[in-house]
């Protein structure tokens, strides 16, 4: 961390301290040939209130970042909030010094309307800074947010440090339909315990078995499951794959009648293409396919192990994703806080017992608008009920005995043949086998949402509750 002297926006000079690449970077574990640093940060103000922000950008390009701080009571310096500067504009929440080498630099320049996002304060002579922050291509901020609407083009992601720099905030609507909001996931070099124990409600013991996990890499995860909307901008020959489908609220509803083949192996097809399990790319024509070609950005599902991490949030055995504790398998007190199930609203009590609610129906039963319950601990909305969402893996019985060809646990790995990723290992017939599918539904019980419950599907299903969101690698390739 340095600091110099740049121009405050009352064109006084004051001291405005700027954050080194390295400060960024340090928590990642393969740092690139060369660190970005910034320098030469100003910061001046026009007549109609218009602040521009320049700096300099050294020895490799980065995502750039920016904050405005002022001073606090005690002499010290405190940010003014995200959503205060979310509008600021030019070199800044992107990719910044393309080809830039090291020994070289490139200028930017960031312009700020404060009347437009802080109109009703005012700064003291004196009493402002920029800091602008440049982070390393392998280690990216913690929000991503991703263009999909029909004007979408590839490479113009959006990067945010916090959720309330988010534009508009994480709940806006835009990441509901025609964005995907992004939460980066710190899962390298975490040992954790997977499954669940005897301690925990309504254990399923064959399926639950507890063993360690460590995952080799960080990743961005989606906030919200894949709604009607968002399906509809990137597949729209098979518009809408939901029950439920009331004009009124569907664009915001998840899509829960998508099959595993049609996401990723084949083109608006419940039939399995092997020549695109993973490893292998999805195939061009998926769902997943064409969310690259039009955002440049390689997304999949998670794995079992990836969403089950992201899921707990930090939270261990018989704790919900926010950190609260699992009270009952049938109907939750706390769940209803977190999500979309049988008891809270995802059936219709029919005197003593729960009935189907009509396709019709409303978002306030079947299921609901993503982000309408308390998101976990990360910021992940839905990852408790609503719908099933799709894994990469096949399915087997038992987590705690996975084992590959060399007799290896799989621990965090994707469970496939690594001799041939089209045979199966759920340990199903010949006719068929099963994919992971994870955190429960709109018709089933709480102890179904459970962040350590495992459940599966014949790939081809397309069924009513299968949905998804979607991954992508942190950083930038």
Request: aromatic residues 10%; hydrophobic residues 35%.
């Amino acid at each position: 961390m340095k600091t110099q002297k740049n121009t405050s926006p009352s064109g006084k000079r004051h001291s405005c301290r700027f954050i080194l690449a390295a400060l960024a970077a340090t928590a990642s574990a393969a740092l690139p040939a060369a660190v970005p640093e910034i320098s030469g940060v100003t910061m001046t103000q026009a007549s109609d209130r218009l602040v521009t922000i320049t700096y300099t950008l050294a020895d490799a390009p980065a995502v750039v970042t920016v904050d405005v701080q002022t001073n606090n009571a005690s002499g010290g310096w405190a940010s003014i909030g995200g959503e205060a500067v979310w509008n600021a504009t030019g070199d800044v929440w992107k990719k910044v010094g393309d080809g830039l080498t090291e020994g070289n630099s490139t200028s930017g320049t960031i312009t700020w309307r404060p009347d437009h996002s802080w109109p009703d304060h005012k700064i003291a002579d004196g009493g402002a800074r920029a800091v602008v922050t440049a982070w390393a291509l392998d280690y990216t901020p913690d929000y991503m947010a991703v263009d999909v609407s029909a004007a979408a083009q590839p490479g113009t992601q959006t990067y945010y440090p916090a959720a309330d720099f988010v534009p508009g905030g994480v709940t806006n609507g835009l990441y509901k339909t025609t964005m995907l909001l992004m939460r980066k996931i710190m899962a390298k070099d975490v040992k954790w315990t997977m499954g669940s124990t005897t301690l925990e409600t309504k254990r399923t013991a064959a399926r639950e078995g507890t063993h360690q996990v460590t995952l080799t890499n960080n990743y961005y995860i989606g906030v919200y499951e894949v709604t009607q909307a968002q399906w509809d901008l990137i597949q729209p020959s098979r518009l809408a794959p939901s029950y439920y489908n009331n004009a009124a609220d569907r664009a915001m509803r998840p899509v829960e009648q998508v099959s595993y083949n049609e996401i990723r192996n084949s083109n608006n097809s419940t039939t399995a293409d092997a020549a695109y399990n993973w490893p292998a790319d999805p195939n061009p024509n998926s769902f997943l396919g064409k969310l690259k070609t039009k955002t440049g950005i390689y997304f999949d599902l998670p794995s079992e192990a990836q969403w089950e991490f992201a899921a707990r949030a930090g939270n261990g055995d018989t704790k919900w994703g926010d950190g609260s504790g699992i009270l009952n398998g049938d109907s939750d007190a706390n769940l209803n806080l977190l999500g979309r199930y049988e008891r809270d609203g995802g059936k219709v009590l029919n005197g003593t017992s729960y009935a189907n609610p009509t396709q019709s129906c409303g978002a306030t039963n079947g299921t609901a608008i993503v982000g309408s319950y308390l998101p976990n601990a990360w910021g992940l909305y839905d990852m408790h009920g609503n719908v099933w969402e799709w894994c990469l893996d096949w399915y087997q019985e038992k987590l705690d005995q996975m084992k590959d060809a060399n007799g290896e646990d799989y621990g965090g790995r994707v469970n496939i043949d690594p001799s041939n990723s089209a045979n199966y290992l759920s340990g199903a017939s010949a006719s068929g086998a099963y994919r992971v599918t994870r955190g429960g539904g709109w018709y089933g019980a709480a102890g179904n949402c459970r962040p350590a419950y495992r459940n599966s599907n014949p790939p081809a299903n397309r069924g009513n509750g299968n949905g998804f969101r979607v991954l992508c690698s942190a950083g930038l390739r």
